[in-house]
Each structure stands twice: as C-alpha cells, then as structure tokens.
C-alpha cells in the first residue's frame, strides 16, 4: 500500500460517516416538517371541524356552577385529540434538537453566531415541549377533577392556571427560537461570501421565521388569541417546515459537495 493509497483510505470512512450525518440531517428535517404539517392540520381542520363536537351552548341566566358542568362534559371529550395533536407536535419540536447542530456545523462551529443559534434552537424547543407535557397533564386532571364529584370551580381555576404556566412556556419557547433563526441568518451573513455554503434568499427565511416567530411570543404577551392562531398557522405549519426541509437539503448537498472535492 503506498503512501497515497493509504491516505485514501484513511478519509474514506470520515467521508462516510459525515455523508451518514447529512443523511441523518435530511431525514431529521423532513420528519420534522411532516410532523409540524399535520400536527397544524389535525388542530385546524380534523380537531375543529371533524372529530369534535361543538363547544355546549349556555342559555342567558342559567347557573355558574350548571354551565361550568355542562363545559367540562364538553371538555373531557377532546382530551384524547389533544393528546394526539400534542405528541406529533412534541415530535416536530424534538426533531430541532438534532438539527441545531447540524446547522451549526453547516455554518461553521467556529462562529459565535452558529454556536448561539445551536444553543438556543434546542433550549426553545425544550421549552415548549415541557410546557404542552404540564398543560396536558393540568387538562387531564382538572377534566377528572369536573366529571368525579368535585368542586367544578376548583376544577375551573386549576384548569385557568396551568393554561397561563403553559402559555407563559410558550411565550418563552418562541421567543429564544426567534434569536435562534436570527442567529442563523446572522452567522450565514457574516461569511466570507466565496466560502457562503447558504445562499442569501437562505439568510434572508431563516430572518424572516426568526421575526415571525418572535412577533409571536409577542403575541402571547399581548394575550391575542386571533394573533396567536395566525402566526401559529405561519410560522409552525408553512415557514418553519420549509426551513427544516431546506435546512437538511442544503446540509446535504454541502457534505457531497465537500466529499467529492476531498476525492
């Protein structure tokens, strides 16, 4: 074996393994994407329009305590869909994990930028995994506590206040995955334009779904419902899968890019 070959064949399994990465980059973005598409479509079309019943109607007079009753029987009934919307939406979020790394290495580990967006890309993600898990659990149990004999206003002021806990983690979520992306975008501008491995229409996305994203967790602060639901539908079902998919393709391509060039 000579000194060439040997070299050759020293680099072969590093090529392999980073073009194992890429692969594993892409697959990442692109269940990432599926499960925040259907996660938006199983909340906004089957969950509201399909599979559960309207919300009970009160009559003018009647009773606290009668209409919280009827609500709750109401209520009880959708828990099983939000279980269900939440788990795909959950898996979408954990799939940014990975993927924070990977487009820190695609940017560059040496960038201060990269390195920020790395480590807030995940920290958002957690958030807001962690407070869907709470409210999921505070929903479970105030809908037991209403429908077995208890006291329906306790029930009622539980339920109020671990939406507020949850809504203040997604606040929070939004907000640091906002910088994330404007992080990004930064660390891709700030290369030297012959090595950019990002084009700018990418730099320019990724600042627009940063922005999104926090106008967002400026949304909650307001407390707009309507606001939320819009920016929801922008950012979480169209913007940001198509950010995870472009993100894993561009990973790719760089990684064949440089394993031929190595070749």
Do not use: K
């Not at 004999?149 to 995955?177: G, K, Q, W, Y």
């Not at 995870?244 to 890019?257: D, E, N």
């Amino acid at each position: 074996m000579t000194a060439a070959t040997g070299d050759i064949d020293a680099g072969a399994p590093s090529r392999r393994t980073s073009l194992a990465s890429a692969q594993a980059a892409d697959l990442v973005a692109y269940v990432g994407a599926a499960a925040f598409v259907v996660a938006a479509a199983w909340y906004g079309l089957i969950t509201r329009f399909v599979t559960v019943a309207n919300p009970p109607r009160f009559d003018p007079g009647m009773p606290l305590d009668t209409a919280l009753h009827r609500w709750f029987a109401w209520f009880v009934t959708t828990l099983p869909q939000e279980r269900l919307d939440a788990g795909i939406a959950i898996a979408g979020f954990l799939c940014l994990v990975p993927l924070a790394a990977f487009a820190r290495d695609l940017l560059g580990r040496h960038r201060v930028l990269a390195r920020v967006g790395s480590a807030a890309m995940p920290t958002g993600a957690l958030l807001w995994v962690a407070g869907n898990l709470l409210q999921l659990g505070g929903h479970q149990a105030a809908g037991l506590m209403a429908t077995h004999r208890n006291p329906v206003e306790t029930a009622n002021s539980i339920l109020f206040t671990v939406d507020m806990i949850a809504n203040a983690f997604e606040l929070a979520a939004f907000a640091v995955l906002g910088v994330a992306l404007l992080a990004f975008a930064g660390a891709a501008v700030a290369g030297p334009i012959g090595n950019r491995v990002v084009s700018r229409a990418w730099c320019g996305y990724s600042l627009l779904l940063g922005v999104v994203l926090l106008a967002l967790s400026g949304a909650y602060a307001a407390a707009d419902g309507d606001l939320i639901d819009l920016l929801l539908v922008a950012g979480g079902a169209l913007l940001l899968p198509a950010w995870l998919v472009w993100t894993g393709r561009l990973l790719r391509a760089a990684t064949a890019s440089q394993a031929r060039n190595r070749a």
